[in-house]
């Protein structure tokens, strides 16, 4: 995870005064804003910590600021709300969803598993708090190899709601994982075509891959891991140039870290700017000043549900220390 530097110069675009405001109201109120490496550039420079979903996590839970302003997508807001209860959380938009978590409906989910009662539920973390309470364990995409080696290799497995992710780590565990099919509408988007085509035109480069993407674009590349583990990767390689299949925030942070290294955002198939998540794009820094200014909308949840949530969710961070 970054500690992200104080105050970052304000762009263009952005009045230098929101700046100043935010910076303002989060000493006030005892506010902690925490960022994902998908977020726009200026959310992640202004965060007290920007981090894959597994270190907001930990973040969250581990914070003693009053507020918590969840700069990500709803799952990630309510994570925080489920580990850390006496904190309020509150996030920029609360249409910020994820296709992944909406793949993966609360009672289809429990009909499904209700056709395979012996089956170790292991959910990744892109989920509803209702799919959480319905999971034996959690994982994200940088600890599910961890996470599924420590399952006892005669239970079988069903994973949700990424068949990506879970093929993946049936590859790497090699274990035999029942997979609802659902999927990230990001990281489905790639063009292998293209890549190829980039590939031919700069051989040297590395392709880098989030789990999240389909198998055949995964066996081209040179590395796969979460979001961390990419920017990890880009640092400590040889490597000087990289074509990162996944989401182009994460280049921020990349550019940041590696200076002189070259990066290029793997092309989506059609001409769009479809390697943009639309939900995480959703928050800006001016719903960010209002969300502190208003302490809203806020993540809330009943406490049973919080309660039944909170069982895997803890499994994983327990599993994965
Ligand atoms: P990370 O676990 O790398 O943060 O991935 C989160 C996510 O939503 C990827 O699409
Ligand atoms: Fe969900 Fe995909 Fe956006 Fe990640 S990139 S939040 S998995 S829609």
Known sequence: MCAAPSLAQPSASVHPDLFEEIARLKK??????????????????????????????????????????????????????????????????????????????????????????????????????????????????????KIVERIPRERPILF???????????????????????????????????????????????????????????QKARFIGSTSALLRHVQESPGRKFIVATEEGILHQMRRKAPTKEFIPAPPNQNCSCNECPFMKLNTLEKIHLCLRDEAPEILMPEELRLKALVPLQRMLDWSK
């Open 28 to 145: 006030a109120k005892n506010a902690v804003i925490l960022a994902h490496y998908y977020q726009e550039e200026d959310i992640q420079d202004i965060a007290d910590f920007v981090g894959d979903s597994l270190e907001l996590a930990r973040a969250a839970q581990s914070t003693q600021a009053s507020l918590i302003v969840f700069a990500g997508v709803h799952f990630m807001a309510e994570g925080a709300k489920i580990l850390n209860p006496s904190r309020k959380v509150v996030m920029p938009d609360l249409r910020a969803g994820c296709s992944l978590s909406d793949s993966c409906p609360p009672d289809a989910f429990a009909r499904f598993r209700a056709k395979h009662p012996d089956h170790f539920v292991v959910s990744y973390i892109n989920c509803s708090a209702a799919i959480k309470a319905q999971s034996d364990v959690i994982c994200t995409s940088s600890n599910a190899v």
């Open 160 to 218: 949700a709601p990424d068949r990506n992710l879970g093929a993946y780590v049936a590859k790497q565990t090699g274990r035999e994982m029942l997979l609802w099919q659902g999927a990230c509408i990001v990281h489905e988007t790639f063009s292998e075509r293209k890549i190829v085509e980039l590939q031919v035109r700069h051989p040297d480069a590395e392709l880098i891959a989030h789990p999240e993407c389909e198998a055949s674009l995964l």
